[in-house]
């Protein structure tokens, strides 16, 4: 299946879990793909990973800070320009910090807005002038089930998250009538490293939990669906790069402005 053949694609988190996942997937179906991250050393195992599928030349890498507008200014156009278009965006890349919301600092609550919300629109505002100019554009942002259904410990991330689904909704209708279209995910109960205590490379390291966190809390976090031999149950990150790329094709070409749950039933 090349259903992006002739398309070009930007993923941001591109050097690990989710992201790294749908920018391979996107390789396996026909992009040209622009992977971005904020960590060297992921993008070098993201383009490892393409070499070893045969796509490595279908792919660029670019080390980026989404959440610092000097940054994505000076990267993003650049990117697009050597993509020669875009027709994709996928704003995969944030960050998981946890506390105590009595004892959380406003450095921690501003760095996890700064850049899953504000990372969020930066890349979208500088990549609507190519997007548009595509006549199919699709933006596919990063929601998560957190945005809808109680966290504990997570209330930065929740209201970031939450913030992402408003935009979603509002670019959509802004820009329906010149072709563009733009759906947020909300996954859950997805094992990669923002979910795993383990951790990962550099903007998706994986937070924890405050160490004395009351785990009863988490009781109703536990999916329906128990794939594999995953902890907990959790899906791997293809499970939601295969939605990604669903929306972000033709398949998906009469749906904007929703966000699809991807979480096993976690939330039914």
Sequence with gaps: MERFTGRHALVTGGG???????????LDEGA???????????????????????????????????GAEESVR?????????????????????????????????DLWDQVLRVNLTGTFLVTRE?????LASGRGVVVNFSSTSASFAHPYMAAY???KGGVQSFTHAIALEYAGRGLRAVAVAPGS???????????????RGPGIPEDADMALFAKLM????????????????????VVAMLASDDG??????????????HM
């Design 16 to 26: 690990s879990g989710i992201g790294q996942a749908t920018v391979l997937r996107l």
């Design 32 to 66: 040209t793909v622009a992977a971005a991250d904020i960590a060297r050393t992921g993008l070098d195992d993201t383009a490892a990973r393409a070499e070893l599928d045969g796509n490595l030349e279908r792919l660029t890498t670019i080390v980026v800070d989404i």
């Design 74 to 106: 000076a990267v993003v156009p650049a990117a697009i320009a050597d993509l020669g278009g875009l027709d994709v965006l996928v704003n995969a890349a944030g960050i998981l910090r946890s506390a105590h919301t009595e004892s959380m600092s406003l």
């Design 127 to 131: 990549a609507l002038p190519a997007l």
């Design 158 to 160: 929740a209201a970031s």
């Design 190 to 204: 997805i094992s990669s490293g923002m979910t795993d205590a383990s951790g990962a490379s550099g903007e998706n």
């Design 223 to 242: 999916p329906a669906l128990k794939p594999g031999d995953s902890p907990f149950g959790f899906a791997g990150p293809e499970a939601v790069a295969g």
């Design 253 to 266: 070409a009469f749906v904007t402005g929703t966000e699809i749950r991807i979480d096993g039933g976690t």
